[in-house]
């Protein structure tokens, strides 16, 4: 199995910076894609942004600018640096990977448990 951990959420200021953290741990051969979404009180769970294996990247519009997404293939781990934020950015936010546990399996959706990002105006 593939376990997520997400950490770095907590209550900042509008224009404040929080830097979240996800570490997958387990029986992992590789991971492909990692990515970060969130999901706000009474809305549907949405992509933040996402990084292939290669670096590539991509955001959601509304942060394009403002949070940036990048990995360590080292430590399995993928990181979100928020700046400028904002309380409409307030939200539980969720790490995915796409691992495979060996090499002849296909890459399988894992998710982490969620961390609590609240930004006050």
């Known amino acids: 199995q593939v376990q997520l951990v997400e950490s770095g959420g907590g209550l900042v200021q509008a224009g404040g910076s929080l830097r979240l953290s996800c570490a997958a741990s387990?029986?992992?051969?590789?991971?492909?894609?990692m990515a970060w979404y969130r999901q706000a009180p009474g809305k549907q769970r949405e992509l933040v942004a996402a990084?292939?294996?290669?670096?590539?990247?991509n955001y959601a519009d509304s942060v394009k600018g403002r949070f940036t997404i990048s990995r360590t293939d080292a430590k399995n781990t993928v990181y979100l640096q928020m700046n400028s934020l904002a309380p409409e950015d307030t939200a539980v936010y969720y790490c995915?990977?796409?691992?495979?546990?060996?090499?002849?399996?296909?890459?399988?959706?894992?998710w982490g448990q969620g961390t609590q990002v609240t930004v006050s105006s």
């Open positions: 995915r990977a796409d691992a495979k546990q060996v090499a002849w399996s296909a890459f399988y959706e894992y």
């Open positions: 990084i292939t294996s290669g670096g590539n990247t």
């Open positions: 387990g029986r992992i051969f590789s991971i492909n894609t």
